[in-house]
C-alpha cells in the first residue's frame, strides 16, 4: 500500500460526457502528479501540483483541467470525453518537488469511454 | 513526444540468470533516474534511482548504469527471480516533471 489513494477505481462513461478523478496522496506529501497511461503505452505526463500551485504541464489536453485543494487532495477533471480517453490515469505524490525522485502511485482510475 | 524510450516490449530470462532492462533516451537535461516497477492491477513502484553525477547504483540484487554520453540507462537484475516478473518503466526528468518509457515486460521462468 503506497499510500496513495484513487477513486473511482473504475469509470465508464460515454462519449461527451464529464467526469472527476480524485486523488488523496500520502500523508505530510505536498506534491501530486498525474499520469494518463493508455493501452500498451507508457506512463504520460499531464500535470504536476505542489501545495496548491501548479508547477508543471505534460501534454495535457486542453479538455483537461486539475486542481490541488487546501488538504492537499487532488481531483482531475475530464470532460467531452472522447473514446481515445480510455485509459489508465494514475495519480503520485512525493515529499517535495522531486528533490529527492520519488514518487509513490496510487492503483490509478481505469476510464472506459464508450 | 518520445523522450525516453525502451525499445524491448518484453524479455523472458531463466530464474537465477541476469536480467538487463535498457532504456534510451534524448534529452541530456535530465537530472534524476528512475526504475519503477509495476504489477497487474498496482500501480507502479519505485526501484532504484541514480542522479545524473553518478554512473551506477546499487541496490541489493538491482543495480542501474547510467552512460551519459550515449543517453543511455539500464537496469540489471541479478540472480533474477519469478518474483521479478513485472512491467518494468524507466523515469527520467528534472525538479516538475518525469517522462516515463513505454515499460519492458519481464518474465522470469522458474
Known amino acids: 500500500d503506497s499510500g496513495v489513494t484513487q477513486t473511482p477505481k473504475h469509470l465508464i462513461t460515454a462519449t461527451g460526457q464529464r467526469v472527476t478523478l480524485r486523488c488523496s496522496p500520502r500523508?505530510?506529501?505536498?506534491?501530486v502528479y498525474w499520469y494518463q497511461q493508455s493501452l500498451d503505452q507508457g506512463l504520460q505526463f499531464l500535470i504536476h501540483?505542489?501545495?496548491?500551485?501548479?508547477?508543471a504541464k505534460g501534454n495535457i489536453l486542453e479538455r483537461f483541467s486539475a486542481q490541488q485543494f487546501p488538504d492537499l487532495h487532488s481531483e482531475l477533471n475530464l470532460s467531452s470525453l472522447e473514446l481515445g480517453d480510455s485509459a489508465l490515469y494514475f495519480c503520485a505524490s512525493s515529499v517535495e518537488g522531486l528533490v529527492f525522485g520519488e514518487l509513490f502511485f496510487g492503483e490509478g482510475s481505469r476510464l472506459t469511454v464508450l | 513526444d518520445q523522450q525516453v524510450k525502451q525499445n524491448s516490449p518484453s524479455l523472458s530470462v531463466q530464474e537465477g540468470r541476469i536480467s538487463i532492462l535498457n532504456c534510451d533516451y534524448t534529452?541530456?537535461?535530465?537530472?534524476?533516474f528512475l526504475w519503477y516497477k509495476k504489477y497487474p492491477a498496482e500501480g507502479p513502484t519505485f526501484l532504484i534511482s541514480i542522479s545524473s553525477i553518478k554512473d551506477k547504483n546499487e541496490d541489493g540484487r538491482f543495480t542501474v548504469f547510467l552512460n551519459k554520453s550515449a543517453k543511455h540507462l539500464s537496469l540489471h537484475i541479478v540472480p533474477s527471480q519469478p518474483g521479478d516478473s513485472a512491467v518494468y518503466f524507466c523515469?527520467?526528468?528534472?525538479?516538475?516533471?518525469?517522462?516515463f518509457g513505454s515499460g519492458t515486460k519481464l518474465n522470469v521462468k522458474p
Open positions: 534529452n541530456s537535461m535530465f537530472d534524476y
Open positions: 501540483y505542489y501545495n496548491g500551485e501548479e508547477r
Open positions: 500523508s505530510g506529501d505536498l506534491s
Open positions: 523515469a527520467l526528468g528534472n525538479f516538475n516533471k518525469f517522462y
